[in-house]
């Protein structure tokens, strides 16, 4: 069963005359419980805060009644997200706990993941090839230097090369059904809108644009297929990989060998038939971009209302009796061979060159790992500011502001921002429980680097 882990009123709360709430509700709430910071159980108030957010971004508010229910239709904002939040507890997408007057708020995993689903498929048309490619790549290499330790993410690679080719078809199927969805329009406004809010800002701009650009993330396939065949051609590499899917997945050695090779051929079978594929696309591509370029330059050489135009000019000529004779007309051709649509010509691929790979200059690493280290001698943390208060009072309870030492540049950022820790947000509290920066309206310059106002800092005595 598809939805046996689901309950069963758990689609009434989007198929009711009230789903477009429900939906902006759900989609601001999946950022709320995907917050991987935070504690996954809410309180109550926080979620009908959350649902009064989205309420207050929407345009209109408009409340139907699917069934009779106890209390009166929503007039305000918090009534609105009083209703929609019982819906949701109704419906199964909310489950409260009660912790004697403490009411918490979670999603079940179940739930959870279709949500999950559901925002992805909402949000689908944005992808990262470069991203995946490298990802798979990594893994690979990973592989091929410790096959033993770390043969598991083979896996890893074979679920992203899946889901990356299988990213690849819904391109084709999706620029497919938009060239039969605009081809079927007869309003050239539409077909144009069409284009350019569903292809250029869905598809093109995200996806196929990534593909024909000469930088693109293809580069690497050949690596890629070559240390994928490498897999397949080595028994000894083979044997530690499916020893390791052995130890991970807790399966037989025949079933682990099997999972192997069925993992490396799906990726070379990813990697491999990419050029069919993208040819496939760029034929669709060019059938789509050459109707919205003819309905586009249609509707540029048009004139508005000229129909009216000449539906009046037809009028005033049915007045005369005699039409008039005209002597002085500029003879021009309507219709000629400048009128016809030119296509646009197809793009055709770059020439294929041999890449070599760029090796960065030891001078070039030192430098960054130089530049790296300076800014994170600038960064304020606050185990820094902890360390010097420590190092700093030693002896004593308190330390006057010239008798702070400055050795280094983490030193002089930490000293600098004493006047400002209680500026520096919650998680500065830590220090000023521990420590009181006590200031006078006299001016000092400690030590040549800076001139500031005098204080002294004294250590909290421990409650």
Excluded at 63 to 88: G, M, N
Excluded at 305 to 315: D, E, H, L, Q, R
Excluded at 409 to 432: M, N, P, Q
């Amino acid at each position: 069963m598809l939805f046996k882990h689901l309950p069963d009123e758990i689609f009434q709360a989007l198929s009711g005359s009230n789903r477009a709430l429900i939906e902006a509700v759900l989609n601001d709430l999946a950022d709320v419980f995907y917050d991987h910071a935070e504690d996954p159980i809410k309180d109550k108030s926080t979620i009908i805060e959350s649902i009064e957010d989205t309420l207050h971004k929407l345009d209109t508010l408009a409340w139907h009644d699917d069934q009779k229910e106890s209390f009166d239709s929503p007039k305000t904002i918090h009534d609105y997200a009083l209703r929609i939040y019982h819906r949701l507890v109704n419906t199964g997408w909310l489950v409260e706990e009660q912790e004697l007057y403490r009411v918490s708020v979670l999603m079940t995993p179940q739930i959870s993941m279709l949500l999950r689903s559901l925002v992805e498929i909402s949000r689908h048309g944005k992808r990262n090839y470069g991203a995946t490619v490298l990802s798979i790549l990594s893994n690979l290499e990973s592989v091929a230097k410790h096959p033993k330790e770390r043969g598991v993410t083979l896996r890893q690679s074979a679920e992203a090369s899946r889901d990356f080719s299988a990213h690849l078809n819904q391109i084709l199927l999706g620029i497919r059904s938009l060239q039969r969805e605009l081809f079927a329009s007869r309003d050239p406004k539409a077909i144009v809108a069409g284009f350019f809010d569903l292809f250029v800002e869905g598809i093109l701009i995200a996806d196929y644009k990534t593909i024909k650009t000469s930088n693109n993330p293809f580069r690497f396939r050949r690596q890629i297929l070559e240390l994928t065949q490498d897999f397949l051609s080595n028994p000894e590499t083979m044997g530690q990989v499916a020893q390791c899917y052995v130890d991970q997945q807790l399966i037989t050695m025949a079933e682990a060998q099997a999972m192997v090779e069925k993992d490396c051929r799906d990726i070379i079978q990813t990697f491999s038939n990419i050029e069919q594929r993208l040819e496939r696309i760029d034929e669709y591509r060019y059938r789509l971009e050459k109707r919205a370029a003819d309905t586009a330059r249609y509707m540029d050489s048009s004139r508005p209302g000229m129909a009216n135009k000449v539906a009046g000019i037809i009028a005033d000529v049915a007045k005369f009796d005699k039409l008039p004779i005209l002597k002085d007309v500029i003879g021009a051709r309507f219709v000629g061979m400048a009128s016809a649509a030119q296509p646009t010509k197809r793009r055709e691929p770059p020439p294929p060159r041999v890449m070599t790979p760029s090796e960065v200059s030891a001078d070039a690493i030192k430098l960054r790992d130089h530049q790296r280290r300076f800014h994170e001698a600038r960064q304020v943390t606050i185990p820094k500011m902890q360390n010097y208060l420590d190092k700093q009072i030693t002896i004593g309870d308190s330390k006057h502001i010239l008798d702070f030492t400055i050795e280094s540049v983490e030193d002089f950022v930490c000293f600098d921002h004493l006047r400002y820790v209680g500026s520096l947000g919650v998680s500065a509290k830590k220090i000023e429980e521990s420590f009181e920066i006590q200031f006078t309206d006299q001016y000092l310059d400690v030590h040549n680097f800076v001139e500031c106002r005098e204080f002294t800092v004294v250590r909290r005595s421990k409650a």
